[in-house]
């Protein structure tokens, strides 16, 4: 006696395939996805402008920052300009105020 065939089991769609969306040919959506789902969110909740601050949150220690400092002072990459430019001055802070020109 045969077995009855069983039924063809079907290929999920490509948007619900996880085995699908996980490899490296669907990397390209990946990307797209990150793109696509903030901007869907901005849009939705009517953000119209961002601001991305790009950086590491990692500091050097205050030793090594005056290190470098000094290093980078030896060497006239920290120097600062002798004459200011006609119209301009250095932003100064006065006693009790905020900063001031």
Do not use: C, H
Request: net charge positive; glycine share 4%.
């Amino acid at each position: 006696m045969d077995k009855p065939p069983k039924p063809a089991r079907r290929q999920p769609k490509a948007y619900q395939d996880t085995r699908f969306l996980e490899s490296k040919d669907a990397r390209a959506l990946r990307i797209l996805a990150e793109y696509l789902e903030p901007l869907y969110r901005f849009q939705r909740n009517n953000v119209r402008d961002t601001i991305v601050f790009m950086g590491s949150a990692r500091l050097r220690s205050e030793e090594a920052a005056k290190s470098a400092l000094a290093e980078a002072e030896r060497a006239g990459q920290g120097a600062r300009p002798r004459r200011w430019p006609s119209g301009s001055r250095p932003i100064t802070k006065r006693r009790g105020s905020s900063l001031s020109a």
